[in-house]
């Protein structure tokens, strides 16, 4: 089968190569892949990839090979999966327990752009605790992640204040029920009881002071890819508004649910019209070189999705 690999070369990342079709483990179904959506993170992996990496966690498509075991969709199954890896190819083995059936009303193209940003702000907003009433700042807001969470979080009840440096994007943040919007976060007005901070370099600190007391900020990402100082030696400063304050680190499969059932609630607020993804570009799995530069360097603003003719 075609599969796309890592060339480990920033101007072309990845290219097509002949490798064997999956054989899958008795717990894995087999998924042809109609449509795969790629994140600004596995870029980052593409610069150094390991030997025999294969890239692609976020693929929707059919089932035609069900799993050994009996678990999991049977017959040939519309479907979004997430595996580890490997998802960008004609065929990927998913383990069941990572599989979610696709309603007709849902596209592959929606579908594809579930997995990696919809598990991680769902499971965030979780993490973050009853946000009804709440204040939250979102740092990093124009992404997936950050459109997902601020319509979840919105819809629960909570007051969202989201910080992107793109008005267009804020725009569309607002229109997804986030309460303001402001382009740096030294702009954003506290207290804050909750701030979900993905940007990481002078950004944390900033927000950490926007914390309101007994506030919690949860570090899920550092897409500025610029280390966090704190500085826990000067009091007063610290102390000024996050008297109590907890930060917390936040790793998406760390989580008590399983994958198949959050899939499973992403494709059903979907399908219901109350989550919407965010798709700024759908093109040939033959453009995924020059999609994933210019995922990179910031040229494409929402997910980028990849279908194959």
Known sequence: MKALIPTGD?????VFADVPEPTPRPHEALVKVEAFSVNRGETFKLEKPGPGERPGKDVAGLVVQPAADGSGPSGITRVVGHPMAGGWAEYVAVPTDALAALPDAVSVVQGAALPLAGLTALRLLRAAGPVLGRRVLLTGASGGVGHYVTELAAAAGAQVTAVTRDA??????AGLGAADIVHDVADARGPYDVVLESTGGRALPLALARLARRGTLIWFGQASRTPVTLDFFDFFDFFSGPESAVIRHFHYLDADSRLDDDLAALVRLTDEGR?????GRVTDWADTATTLTDLRDRRIRGKAVLTLS
Do not use: S
Not at 168 to 173: K, S
């Open 10 to 14: 920033p101007a072309e990342p990845v």
């Open 168 to 173: 267009e994007r804020g725009a569309r943040l």
């Open 275 to 279: 989550l919407h993804p965010e798709i």
